[in-house]
């Protein structure tokens, strides 16, 4: 037993463990977010590119332009949040949930959203070219305008829960 506090050493100083970031740090590409809680933060045109973000809460948090490409997103909770305009291209949100959610104009193309869940809400505009949307719940989810997972179709005004 007395090679244990050595290995554990040995992986230390090799870089083996990872490092997580603090969920007080600044918004940043690549930040470590899993897990804190960040509602009504204020991250406005923020570059949050290859962020983690899982399981993370940012519940009524302001994201319109932000650049969230290649996030890591799954379980996270964007209840409420303003992702106007947003970058979200080639991200994973297994799971997470956008419920009332603004997200007009915002660029979901290739996103993983399987389990997503966006009840009521404002998909507007959005393009969702090559989106997973296996198991996505978009009960009541305004969908005007919006392209669809194919990229050519667009969704006819007034298409709730279904693109027409």
Do not use: H, Y
Request: charged share 25%; with cysteine; aromatic share 6%.
């Amino acid at each position: 037993m007395p090679a244990l506090p050595a290995l554990v050493a040995a992986l230390l100083l090799a870089g083996a463990v990872p490092a997580f970031a603090s969920c007080s740090d600044p918004a940043a590409p690549g930040v470590d977010w899993r897990r804190c809680l960040l509602d009504r933060r204020d991250f406005t045109g923020a570059d949050l590119t290859r962020a983690i973000l899982r399981d993370a809460s940012l519940q009524r948090a302001e994201l319109a332009g932000a650049k969230l490409v290649e996030v890591d997103g799954s379980d996270a909770r964007f209840v409420s949040a303003n992702l106007r305009e947003a970058d979200l291209s080639r991200a994973t949100f297994r799971s997470a949930d956008f419920t009332r959610a603004d997200l007009r104009g915002a660029i979901l193309r290739e996103a993983d959203l399987r389990r997503a869940r966006f009840f009521r809400a404002d998909l507007r505009g959005a393009d969702l070219t090559g989106a997973n949307l296996a198991g996505v719940d978009l009960n009541g989810a305004e969908l005007g305008g919006a392209r669809w997972i194919d990229g050519t179709r667009t969704c006819a005004e007034g298409s709730v829960g279904v693109c027409q």
